[in-house]
């Protein structure tokens, strides 16, 4: 592998790693706000649905880019 090729993987996977974290984050603090809104009986059970939404989102994101980190065992 050329070091340009390996610049480019090595700056890619820097790229998906820092995507992760950043999901993670925003996954952990969707958490913590629905717990605190699923305490509130004035909550809008709708708002609460979409937030919940957006957290299942965050988690498919979360496994596809740690399976594409995840080295292919067949290769």
């Known amino acids: ?3 340009d090729s390996q610049d480019n993987v090595d700056h890619e996977l820097f790229r998906n790693i820092e995507r992760l974290r ?3 984050i925003e996954h952990r603090d969707l958490d913590e706000v629905i717990e605190r809104l699923s305490m509130d009986f ?3 059970e709708l708002q ?3 937030l919940k939404k957006r957290k ?3 988690k498919d994101q979360i496994q596809r880019l740690e399976s594409q980190s995840i080295p292919d065992l067949n290769a």
């Open 48 to 50: 609460l649905r979409r």
């Open 1 to 3: 592998m050329s070091d």
């Open 22 to 24: 950043q999901l993670r």
């Open 42 to 44: 004035r909550t809008d």
């Open 56 to 58: 299942l989102m965050l």
